[in-house]
């Protein structure tokens, strides 16, 4: 068996437009999505996920590029032939029919015999969690509930790949957020690859063994989780996942371990770590986390903790707000430059003046490998 579930071979897709343009849904896009993998395609709305989904599951055939599926190209193969089941995002019970009979009815189309529909049916709602809810109408059962029906229902067919296009789009978030640990441990239990569509970045970090982030139909980048969130390769990634300040600068020096940036708005130069290639002159983003950031009173004492190979700023508090597990910094650096930090309240304690104030002088503390150069677009 090939060690891809699903590749996508330089996929683009044009679609004409009602007004006689044409829009490239699909740009160049390559991705290996391996056996038994969690992948998940994240991007803003309109940036190709949907689009993406349905080239694999056969209800678009691409413009230029191949689908291969477990290996094999798919050329023209209709959804029907096509190892994979999708679950939509309106799941589209019929509401007519009870639990069992939706899930039974891919079964029944493909004349399974009666006694082993009953038997798959049952399998697939205990995988679900829905045992003894068959004789149900879907308006008897929670959205939730709804929506692992639809899920059952596409398990029951036993595809080697489910493509899943924002299947919790329609749940409020505390259900949202039952489900994706649901659907990632029922992933892990049947062990079939999951191909997951959202624009929820903390959905994305959350499920997947990988996340391909897609921007204007471009992969920009793929990786695991931590790779995406901590070594973004381009300002849209940084921005787009999580939250984060950019600095523009200059590069000034390359070595091997860091590259030097002149930040002219502060008429300083700070290192951080790059990702890629740079030459000295060119123009770059410098991306740095809020809770990468470290705060200390511009007073002149030693601060603890600190590696003395931290970039070192100062600023004013411009406000700051206490949110319990946190309490998030604003600062001004003069010359229209903000930077916001989140500070952890590791230490309990009931005194004010342990926070900041606005107003504040402090020094702002920037760890090297926590300062991301990077190029303005991945290339
Ligand atoms: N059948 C179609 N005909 C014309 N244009 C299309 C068609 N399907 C998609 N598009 C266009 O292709 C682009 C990508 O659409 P797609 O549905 O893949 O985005 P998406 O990432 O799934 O967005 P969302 O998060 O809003 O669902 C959009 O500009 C969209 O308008
Ligand atoms: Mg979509």
Redesign the pocket.
């Known amino acids: 068996m090939s060690d891809f579930a699903v590749e996508l071979r330089d996929i683009v897709k044009i679609?004409?437009?009602p007004e006689g343009g044409q829009?490239k849904?699909v740009d160049h896009v390559t991705i290996h999505i391996k056996q038994g993998e969690f992948f998940s395609l994240l991007?803003?709305?309109?940036?190709?996920?949907?689009?993406?989904l349905r080239l694999m599951a056969g209800f678009e055939w691409p413009t230029d590029g191949e689908v291969c599926i477990n290996g094999k190209l798919m050329g023209r193969t209709p959804p029907y032939l096509r190892p994979v089941n999708t679950v939509f995002q309106s799941y589209a019970l019929f509401q007519h029919m009870t639990v069992f009979q939706n899930v039974a009815f891919g079964l029944e189309m493909e004349k399974v015999p009666k006694a082993e529909i009953a038997r798959r049916v049952n399998e697939a709602l205990e995988m679900v969690k829905l045992t003894g809810m068959g004789r149900r109408k879907p308006k008897h059962l929670s959205g939730g509930q709804q929506q692992r029906v639809a899920l059952a229902r596409a398990l029951v067919k036993r595809p080697e790949v489910l493509l899943l296009d924002?299947p919790l789009g329609a749940l409020d978030l505390k259900l949202r957020k039952e489900m994706q640990l649901e659907l990632k441990a029922l992933q892990e239990q049947v062990g079939i690859t999951f191909v997951y569509?959202t624009?929820d970045q903390e959905e994305a970090l959350t499920m997947s063994d990988r996340i391909a982030v897609?921007s204007k139909?471009k992969a920009l980048q793929i990786g695991l989780p931590v790779e995406i969130y901590e070594r973004p390769n381009c300002r849209f990634v940084a921005d787009f996942i999580g939250e984060t300040n950019f600095l523009t600068g200059t590069v000034k020096r390359v070595s091997k371990e860091k590259v030097a940036v002149f930040i002219p708005a502060l008429s300083t130069e700070i290192e951080g770590i790059g990702h890629g290639s740079f030459s000295v002159g060119q123009n770059v983003a410098v991306s740095v986390r809020p809770e990468k950031i470290r705060l200390a009173d511009d007073d002149g004492k030693p601060v603890s903790g600190l590696r003395g190979t931290e970039n070192l700023l100062r600023g004013k508090v411009v406000t700051t707000a206490y949110i319990g597990s946190d309490t998030r910094v604003d600062l001004d650096l003069g010359n229209d430059v903000r930077l916001r930090a989140w500070e952890q309240n590791d230490i309990s304690t009931l005194d004010p003046e342990a926070y900041y104030a606005n107003e504040d002088a402090v020094r702002i503390y920037l760890p090297w490998e926590n300062t991301l150069v990077m190029l303005e677009d991945a290339s």
């Open positions: 679609f004409p437009t829009v849904a991007g803003p709305s309109g940036c190709g996920k949907t689009t993406s924002e569509v624009h897609m139909g």
